[in-house]
């Protein structure tokens, strides 16, 4: 039979895990949190088990708009206090015989143990016990799902209910949404993915080996997919498989290509280019002022309200807060070489090249208020803030590019 500890050897044992030092702060504890991409106000709540009501008033937040990088207070909850019962009165006692009469051995002396070591071990398996819900383990899915996207989705948080890479679902979807995540809207019906790669509707006429090496990936990846029941030996000629026109094909670590048909570089030298953009396309060559390349907000919030720069979506701007028809001002001296509605989901567009090879760019603007070759300074309004286009809420989308560098983080440069 296992030999119980003593008592003194349990007070020992409860001492050294009360001193033992823990991962998460103390409760009540105040700690400062610095905001990560991604992370919104109510995910910070249920990280820190607070509400959001609560983070709003210790950071005195007018909206519940985050942006990286930003301070916030986060105080933990406190312990609730316990009640205690009186003490009972003292027992009358007897001496202890010399030699007390053995015990009788537990049926289970294992439990006892357990319990006499970590008596909160005994509530946990009741309270467990009592437990009519049972956890069933998820087995792997390698069917495709209809997802039909709800009100407050968007691109990031689909992706993360899945369990997939946000690019996942905008390549499996590019027959919906058109390599753009703007389009995304409630009601809209999604096809996604059992694992990370892409969705290809086949067409009449095509290879396994074009397809495949088109995805970078081999042949074998598609044809052996579960999901795609398909079989070598009755697939044929690899350049003529029997696979029939519409089929949806899962293939596994597919790589895709965004295409850039939104916004083209747009500069003073050549703005027509961008004719098929929209008709705000100006069609001459300008001269003008040329900028400073210190690059200064364009609105006065500093605040997310939609998509991060997250080049994996295709999304290669930030996307800033503020209230309908707040000013949008011009974030570095140039001359505007596109001003007016864009066909291809951003809107009401106004685009200033600020020479040595840098535009900025300005989306889903409520207005307009700049001409094509007029010459502007930072600071100057050339719009106000809206939702036109494929806008989800009042918000402003703001690109910065570069000859040298391409499309480049706005937060590496905005001062």
């Known amino acids: ?60 937040l007018k909206s519940d708009n985050l942006f990286v990088g930003q301070k916030l207070i986060i105080k933990t909850a406190a312990p609730a206090t316990e009640q205690t019962a009186p003490p009972a009165p003292a027992a009358e006692t007897t ?56 009100q407050g989705d968007n691109l990031f948080s689909i992706a993360e209910r899945f369990n997939l890479r946000p690019e996942t679902v905008l390549w499996s979807n590019r027959y919906t949404l058109g390599d753009d995540p703007h389009f995304l809207y409630p009601g809209q019906e999604l096809l996604i993915s059992p694992v990370d790669g892409i969705l290809h509707r086949w067409s009449a006429g095509e290879g396994l080996n074009g397809v495949a090496e088109y995805y970078q990936v081999s042949p074998d990846a598609i044809v052996n997919y579960p999901g795609n029941y398909l079989s070598a030996e009755t697939l044929g000629d690899y350049s003529s498989p029997n696979i029939p026109p519409g089929t949806m094909l899962v293939v596994p670590g597919g790589v895709g290509k965004f295409t850039d048909w939104r916004t083209p570089r747009i500069t003073r030298e050549e703005p027509a280019k961008a004719v098929n953009v929209g008709p705000g396309a100006c069609t001459e060559s300008y001269d003008g002022v040329v900028g400073t390349l210190n690059f200064r907000w364009p609105v006065d919030s500093h605040t997310l309200s939609g998509y991060d720069f997250a080049p994996s979506a295709n999304h290669f701007g930030i996307d800033l807060g ?48 700049v001409v094509c070759g007029q010459e502007v300074y930072a600071g100057d309004v050339i719009g106000s803030m809206g939702d036109t286009g494929a806008a989800e809420g009042v918000h402003l989308h703001f690109e910065l590019r570069s000859d040298e560098y391409g499309r480049v983080n706005p937060w590496d440069f905005l001062q």
């Open 322 to 369: 503020g209230e309908m028809g707040d000013p949008v001002r011009a974030s570095d001296h140039g001359v505007i070489v596109y001003a007016g509605w864009n066909d291809w989901g951003y809107g009401n567009m106004v685009v200033v090249d600020h020479g040595s090879g840098w535009q900025s760019l300005y989306a889903h603007l409520a207005e307009v208020d």
């Open 1 to 60: 039979m296992p030999q119980l500890p003593s008592p003194e050897a349990v007070a020992a044992q409860a001492t050294e895990d009360a001193a033992a030092p823990a991962d998460a702060p103390a409760p009540g504890a105040e700690i400062e949190h610095t905001v990560a991409s991604g992370e919104t106000l109510s995910k910070l709540a249920t990280k820190y088990k607070v509400s959001a009501g609560e983070i709003r008033d210790w950071n005195q």
């Open 95 to 150: 001496p202890a015989p010399e030699t007390p009469a053995p015990a009788p051995a537990p049926a289970d002396s294992t439990v006892l143990l357990l319990q006499a070591a970590h008596p909160a071990a005994q509530n946990d398996a009741i309270r467990r016990d009592t437990d009519l819900d049972t956890v069933v383990p998820m087995r792997a899915r390698k069917e495709i799902l209809n997802y039909t996207v709800q």
